[in-house]
């Protein structure tokens, strides 16, 4: 792997393809990046290559699965938390145009039983927007989603559900839904 440029790489790069002294492109460089912490409050767009969006993470409550407090249950204060969302020309360019990897791809997670459309949104706000990453998640995490989304079901079939879907076998999940009453097993 190749190693990342520098601070001074990069200004010696820019200063070179814009004709700018070093100096003035770091002092460009400084003002944008004090422009970006006062703005990002609000949003900030980083034209070319996308926004930073402060966010607002609520309170939850969260099992410990190792350590001292193994198995028990503690509570997650709210913070707010900092993303960087990638524009779509940003990457094409970095991916390859039209190139998408596996966790961006979204399926309609409602075709799987007892998921309904308010289930679906608060799985994909979780981070879970396909078959694969929903097969790939343990029923306890799901039942954490659940509650803090202040959902109720019973998730106790979605995985096996989601795997078959993820692997295409829509004959094999039409079978088995049918011995489920909503998502659980008759």
């Known amino acids: ?7 001074s790489e990069m200004m010696a790069e820019v200063a070179k393809k814009t004709g700018l002294k070093k100096k003035d492109v770091a002092m460009v460089l400084d003002e944008f990046a004090q422009l ?3 703005e990002a409050k609000h949003t900030f767009q980083v034209p070319g290559l996308g ?7 609520p309170a939850r409550k969260m099992v410990m699965r190792f350590g001292p407090k193994a198995g028990q249950e503690i509570d997650v204060p709210a913070k707010k938390v900092l993303k960087f969302r990638f524009s779509k020309p940003a990457k094409d360019a970095i991916l390859g145009d039209g190139a998408k990897s ?14 309904g459309p308010k289930i679906a949104a608060a799985l994909n706000q ?22 803090d989304a202040k959902l109720s079901a019973d998730p106790g079939s979605w995985s096996e ?20 009453i909503g998502g659980r097993r008759a």
């Open 102 to 115: 596996r966790s961006t791809k979204k399926d309609d997670l409602a075709i799987i039983e007892g998921i």
């Open 161 to 180: 559900q989601a795997k078959l879907a993820a692997a295409g076998k829509m004959d094999e999940l039409k079978k088995l839904q049918d011995e489920l």
């Open 126 to 147: 979780a981070g879970i927007k396909s078959f694969r990453a929903l097969g790939d998640t343990n029923e306890s995490k799901l039942h954490q989603i659940l509650s």
């Open 36 to 38: 970006a912490y006062k």
């Open 51 to 57: 926004i930073i969006v402060l966010r607002e993470r």
């Open 1 to 7: 792997m190749a190693e990342r440029m520098t601070k």
